[in-house]
Protein backbone atom coordinates (compact mmCIF):
# COMPACT_ATOMS: atom_id res chain seq x y z
CA UNK A 1 0.00 0.00 0.00
CA UNK A 2 0.87 3.50 -0.69
CA UNK A 3 2.32 5.43 2.41
CA UNK A 4 2.34 9.80 2.27
CA UNK A 5 3.81 10.31 5.65
CA UNK A 6 2.96 14.05 6.75
CA UNK A 7 6.13 14.85 9.15
CA UNK A 8 3.26 16.41 12.26
CA UNK A 9 -0.31 15.86 12.76
CA UNK A 10 -0.08 19.15 15.29
CA UNK A 11 1.40 22.61 14.80
CA UNK A 12 1.17 25.77 16.81
CA UNK A 13 2.67 28.66 14.89
CA UNK A 14 3.00 32.79 15.65
CA UNK A 15 2.23 35.34 13.26
CA UNK A 16 4.73 35.77 10.81
CA UNK A 17 6.70 32.62 11.53
CA UNK A 18 8.27 30.48 8.10
CA UNK A 19 6.65 27.36 8.30
CA UNK A 20 7.40 23.96 6.87
CA UNK A 21 5.03 21.35 6.07
CA UNK A 22 6.29 17.90 4.95
CA UNK A 23 5.49 15.18 2.87
CA UNK A 24 6.97 12.21 2.13
CA UNK A 25 5.72 9.19 -0.13
CA UNK A 26 7.21 5.86 -0.24
CA UNK A 27 5.46 4.23 -3.95
CA UNK A 28 7.17 6.37 -6.82
CA UNK A 29 4.21 8.69 -7.57
CA UNK A 30 5.01 11.25 -9.80
CA UNK A 31 1.86 13.56 -8.72
CA UNK A 32 1.71 15.19 -5.50
CA UNK A 33 -0.76 17.83 -4.02
CA UNK A 34 -1.08 20.28 -1.63
CA UNK A 35 -4.82 20.63 0.03
CA UNK A 36 -6.36 22.52 2.68
CA UNK A 37 -9.30 21.75 4.35
CA UNK A 38 -11.99 24.39 6.19
CA UNK A 39 -15.29 23.80 7.75
CA UNK A 40 -17.91 24.68 4.95
CA UNK A 41 -15.72 25.26 2.56
CA UNK A 42 -14.24 21.61 1.59
CA UNK A 43 -11.02 20.87 0.25
CA UNK A 44 -8.62 23.88 -1.39
CA UNK A 45 -6.06 23.20 -3.82
CA UNK A 46 -2.92 24.92 -3.01
CA UNK A 47 0.00 23.72 -5.00
CA UNK A 48 0.43 20.34 -6.81
CA UNK A 49 3.24 18.89 -8.97
CA UNK A 50 3.87 16.67 -11.64
CA UNK A 51 7.12 15.82 -11.88
CA UNK A 52 10.29 16.47 -9.27
CA UNK A 53 11.41 20.67 -9.74
CA UNK A 54 7.80 20.96 -11.05
CA UNK A 55 4.88 23.07 -9.67
CA UNK A 56 2.13 24.07 -10.51
CA UNK A 57 -0.45 26.85 -8.81
CA UNK A 58 -4.12 25.86 -7.57
CA UNK A 59 -6.67 27.46 -6.62
CA UNK A 60 -5.29 29.51 -3.69
CA UNK A 61 -1.91 29.79 -4.04
CA UNK A 62 -1.47 33.06 -2.15
CA UNK A 63 0.79 33.43 0.91
CA UNK A 64 2.29 29.62 -0.21
CA UNK A 65 5.18 28.17 -1.56
CA UNK A 66 6.51 24.52 -2.71
CA UNK A 67 9.60 22.76 -3.16
CA UNK A 68 9.96 19.56 -5.18
CA UNK A 69 13.66 18.58 -4.74
CA UNK A 70 13.30 15.09 -4.65
CA UNK A 71 10.33 12.56 -6.05
CA UNK A 72 9.27 11.19 -3.01
CA UNK A 73 8.88 14.32 -0.71
CA UNK A 74 6.69 17.41 -1.59
CA UNK A 75 7.09 20.69 1.08
CA UNK A 76 4.65 23.21 1.56
CA UNK A 77 6.35 26.33 3.01
CA UNK A 78 4.20 29.10 4.40
CA UNK A 79 6.48 32.16 3.94
CA UNK A 80 4.94 34.20 6.74
CA UNK A 81 2.25 32.58 8.53
CA UNK A 82 -0.72 34.38 9.12
CA UNK A 83 -4.36 33.36 11.37
CA UNK A 84 -6.06 32.94 8.80
CA UNK A 85 -3.82 30.20 7.30
CA UNK A 86 -5.16 28.26 10.33
CA UNK A 87 -6.33 25.00 9.00
CA UNK A 88 -6.02 21.16 8.21
CA UNK A 89 -3.66 20.74 5.52
CA UNK A 90 -3.95 17.30 3.42
CA UNK A 91 -1.34 16.26 1.90
CA UNK A 92 -1.46 13.59 -1.34
CA UNK A 93 -0.42 11.73 -4.06
CA UNK A 94 -1.70 10.08 -7.07
CA UNK A 95 -0.03 7.74 -9.84
CA UNK A 96 -1.45 9.27 -12.81
CA UNK A 97 -3.57 12.71 -13.65
CA UNK A 98 -6.78 11.00 -14.61
CA UNK A 99 -8.18 10.07 -10.52
CA UNK A 100 -8.78 6.66 -11.88
CA UNK A 101 -6.41 5.58 -9.37
CA UNK A 102 -7.58 8.01 -6.85
CA UNK A 103 -5.29 9.79 -3.98
CA UNK A 104 -3.79 8.68 -1.37
CA UNK A 105 -3.51 10.92 1.55
CA UNK A 106 -1.90 12.00 4.44
CA UNK A 107 -3.03 11.73 7.81
CA UNK A 108 -3.09 16.00 7.71
CA UNK A 109 -1.13 18.53 9.67
CA UNK A 110 -3.72 20.64 11.74
CA UNK A 111 -2.21 23.84 11.90
CA UNK A 112 -3.05 26.80 14.33
CA UNK A 113 -1.15 30.29 13.71
CA UNK A 114 -1.45 32.54 16.64
CA UNK B 1 -19.75 28.01 -6.04
CA UNK B 2 -19.19 24.81 -5.65
CA UNK B 3 -19.12 22.81 -8.70
CA UNK B 4 -20.15 19.93 -6.66
CA UNK B 5 -22.71 19.76 -4.32
CA UNK B 6 -23.31 17.09 -1.62
CA UNK B 7 -26.33 16.79 0.36
CA UNK B 8 -27.21 16.51 3.22
CA UNK B 9 -24.12 18.33 4.57
CA UNK B 10 -25.12 16.96 7.76
CA UNK B 11 -27.12 13.31 8.44
CA UNK B 12 -27.61 11.95 12.14
CA UNK B 13 -29.42 8.17 12.33
CA UNK B 14 -29.91 5.54 14.24
CA UNK B 15 -28.12 1.92 13.86
CA UNK B 16 -29.84 -0.29 11.19
CA UNK B 17 -31.06 2.59 9.12
CA UNK B 18 -30.65 2.75 5.52
CA UNK B 19 -29.32 6.14 4.11
CA UNK B 20 -28.17 8.08 0.97
CA UNK B 21 -26.40 10.32 0.34
CA UNK B 22 -26.10 12.58 -3.00
CA UNK B 23 -23.30 14.57 -5.14
CA UNK B 24 -24.50 16.46 -8.11
CA UNK B 25 -23.08 18.74 -10.82
CA UNK B 26 -23.86 20.39 -14.13
CA UNK B 27 -20.46 19.35 -15.28
CA UNK B 28 -19.57 16.31 -16.70
CA UNK B 29 -16.78 14.41 -15.56
CA UNK B 30 -14.91 11.53 -16.91
CA UNK B 31 -14.31 9.62 -13.56
CA UNK B 32 -15.52 10.39 -9.63
CA UNK B 33 -14.91 8.85 -6.65
CA UNK B 34 -16.15 8.90 -3.16
CA UNK B 35 -14.22 8.98 -0.09
CA UNK B 36 -14.49 8.50 3.28
CA UNK B 37 -12.81 10.70 5.47
CA UNK B 38 -12.41 10.38 10.27
CA UNK B 39 -12.01 12.79 12.11
CA UNK B 40 -8.23 13.79 12.64
CA UNK B 41 -7.42 12.04 9.17
CA UNK B 42 -6.82 12.24 5.84
CA UNK B 43 -9.92 11.25 3.26
CA UNK B 44 -9.67 7.39 2.36
CA UNK B 45 -10.67 6.54 -1.03
CA UNK B 46 -13.95 3.68 -1.10
CA UNK B 47 -14.63 3.73 -4.70
CA UNK B 48 -13.99 5.15 -8.18
CA UNK B 49 -16.97 5.15 -11.15
CA UNK B 50 -16.04 5.89 -14.78
CA UNK B 51 -18.95 4.60 -16.67
CA UNK B 52 -22.53 6.17 -17.00
CA UNK B 53 -24.90 4.57 -15.14
CA UNK B 54 -21.94 1.96 -13.82
CA UNK B 55 -23.09 0.84 -10.04
CA UNK B 56 -20.46 -0.46 -7.94
CA UNK B 57 -20.81 -2.28 -4.78
CA UNK B 58 -18.59 -2.63 -1.15
CA UNK B 59 -20.08 -4.61 0.73
CA UNK B 60 -22.92 -2.57 2.44
CA UNK B 61 -22.21 0.80 0.37
CA UNK B 62 -23.40 1.01 -3.16
CA UNK B 63 -22.48 3.66 -5.87
CA UNK B 64 -23.97 4.97 -8.92
CA UNK B 65 -22.54 7.05 -11.16
CA UNK B 66 -25.01 9.04 -12.97
CA UNK B 67 -25.98 8.16 -17.06
CA UNK B 68 -24.91 11.81 -18.03
CA UNK B 69 -21.74 11.26 -15.73
CA UNK B 70 -23.23 14.53 -14.03
CA UNK B 71 -23.98 13.11 -10.34
CA UNK B 72 -23.66 10.14 -8.28
CA UNK B 73 -25.33 8.53 -4.96
CA UNK B 74 -23.96 6.26 -2.20
CA UNK B 75 -26.66 4.30 -0.38
CA UNK B 76 -25.48 2.57 2.85
CA UNK B 77 -27.52 -0.47 4.06
CA UNK B 78 -28.37 -1.32 7.73
CA UNK B 79 -25.99 1.60 8.83
CA UNK B 80 -23.27 0.93 11.58
CA UNK B 81 -21.46 3.23 13.85
CA UNK B 82 -18.05 1.96 11.72
CA UNK B 83 -19.92 4.09 9.08
CA UNK B 84 -19.75 7.67 10.77
CA UNK B 85 -17.57 10.13 9.05
CA UNK B 86 -17.48 12.29 6.68
CA UNK B 87 -18.11 11.10 2.59
CA UNK B 88 -16.56 13.30 0.30
CA UNK B 89 -17.08 12.82 -3.63
CA UNK B 90 -14.19 14.24 -5.65
CA UNK B 91 -14.76 14.42 -9.83
CA UNK B 92 -12.28 15.16 -12.57
CA UNK B 93 -14.24 17.46 -15.13
CA UNK B 94 -14.32 16.21 -18.32
CA UNK B 95 -12.85 18.15 -21.33
CA UNK B 96 -9.30 19.47 -21.79
CA UNK B 97 -6.73 20.31 -19.24
CA UNK B 98 -8.80 19.86 -15.71
CA UNK B 99 -8.22 20.16 -12.05
CA UNK B 100 -9.75 17.43 -9.91
CA UNK B 101 -12.88 19.38 -7.41
CA UNK B 102 -14.19 18.29 -4.03
CA UNK B 103 -17.11 18.41 -2.30
CA UNK B 104 -17.96 19.79 0.96
CA UNK B 105 -19.12 16.56 2.54
CA UNK B 106 -21.37 14.46 4.28
CA UNK B 107 -21.39 14.24 7.94
CA UNK B 108 -22.51 11.38 8.68
CA UNK B 109 -23.24 10.22 12.67
CA UNK B 110 -24.71 6.77 13.02
CA UNK B 111 -26.05 6.13 16.81
CA UNK B 112 -26.03 3.15 18.32
Known amino acids: DVKVTQSSRYLVKRTGEKVFLECVQDMDHENMFWYRQDPGLGLRLIYF???????EKGDIPEGYSVSREKKERFSLILESASTNQTSMYLC?????????????FGSGTRLTVV | TQLLEQSPQFLSIQEGENLTVYCNSS?????LQWYRQEPGEGPVLLVTVVTGGEVKKLKRLTFQFGDARKDSSLHITAAQPGDTGLYLC????????????FGIGTKLQVIP
Open chain 2, 27 to 31: SVFSS
Open chain 2, 90 to 101: AGLPSGGYQKVT
Open chain 1, 49 to 55: SYDVKMK
Open chain 1, 92 to 104: ASSTDTTLFHGYT
